[in-house]
T-cell receptor, first 115, second 108 residues
C-alpha cells in the first residue's frame, strides 16, 4: 500500500496563476484533510472531508477550494495564487468514524512557492 | 477557543540527557491529545496518544487536566530522536488542532 500520495512534490507559480494539488489514499479511509505548514505556525487545517461527497472549511480556507472526487481522492485548488500561499501543503486521511480515535496518516507534502 | 501551545520552537539537549517537550492546551470538554513527529525527510506520523497510555520509542506523555498540559518526556535522549514534534488536540468528530511545533535537536 502506498498510503497517502500527493502530486506534485514541488511547484513554483507566479502570482495570479492557478493550480490543483492532488491527493489520493488507498486505505479506504472516509475522512481526508488538507493542511498547510508554515514556520512558527504549525499545521493549520485548510479544508476537510468527513466522507465522500462532503467538504467543510477548516481554520484557513480563504483562497482555496476543494473537491472530494471519490472516496480515494481529495484535491485542493488555488484559483489565483498569492505569495501568502507559499507553504508546504500536506494531505492526510483517517478512518473517520464519528467520535473514533483513528490516526491521521499524512502524505509526503507539496512544497509550493508563489512568486 | 480550542488551542494548543508549544512554547519552545527549538530545543537542544545532549545525548543521554532527559528531554521534555512542553504542550499546553485550552479545551472546555474532555480532551483527546496526541503527539505527532516528523523525522528528517519522512512523513508526519503519530507518535503516541494519551488515551493509550503507552510508551513509544521511550517517550511518554501524561495528561494533566489541572495544568492543562500534555508534556512529552524521555529520560535518556538519543540522536535519532532529533525531529519536529507537534502536539495536537482533537476538535470535534475528526479534526485536529496542532501546536506550532518544537524542533528537537540531540547533540552527540
Amino acid at each position: 500500500n502506498a498510503g497517502v500520495t500527493q502530486t506534485p512534490k514541488f511547484q513554483v507559480l507566479k502570482t495570479g496563476q492557478s493550480m490543483t494539488l492532488q491527493c489520493a489514499q488507498d486505505m479506504n479511509h472516509n475522512s481526508m484533510y488538507w493542511y498547510r505548514q508554515d514556520p512558527g505556525m504549525g499545521l493549520r487545517l485548510i479544508y476537510y472531508s468527513a466522507s465522500e461527497g462532503t467538504t467543510d472549511k477548516g481554520e484557513v480556507p480563504n483562497g482555496y477550494n476543494v473537491s472530494r472526487l471519490n472516496k480515494r481522492e481529495f484535491s485542493l485548488r488555488l484559483e489565483s495564487a498569492a505569495p501568502s500561499q507559499t507553504s508546504v501543503y500536506f494531505c492526510a486521511s483517517s478512518g473517520g468514524t464519528v467520535m473514533s480515535t483513528d490516526t491521521q496518516y499524512f502524505g509526503p507534502g507539496t512544497r509550493l512557492t508563489v512568486l | 477557543a480550542q488551542r494548543v501551545t508549544q512554547p519552545e520552537k527549538l530545543l537542544s539537549v545532549f545525548k543521554g540527557a532527559p528531554v521534555e517537550l512542553k504542550c499546553n492546551y485550552s479545551y472546555s470538554g474532555s480532551p483527546e491529545l496526541f503527539w505527532y513527529v516528523q523525522y528528517s525527510r519522512q512523513r508526519l506520523q503519530l507518535l503516541l496518544r494519551h488515551i493509550s497510555r503507552e510508551s513509544i520509542k521511550g517517550f511518554t506523555a501524561d495528561l494533566n487536566k489541572g495544568e492543562t498540559s500534555f508534556h512529552l518526556k524521555k529520560p535518556f535522549a538519543q540522536e535519532e530522536d532529533s525531529a519536529m514534534y507537534y502536539c495536537a488536540l482533537r476538535q470535534g468528530a475528526q479534526k485536529l488542532v496542532f501546536g506550532q511545533g518544537t524542533r528537537l535537536t540531540i547533540n552527540p
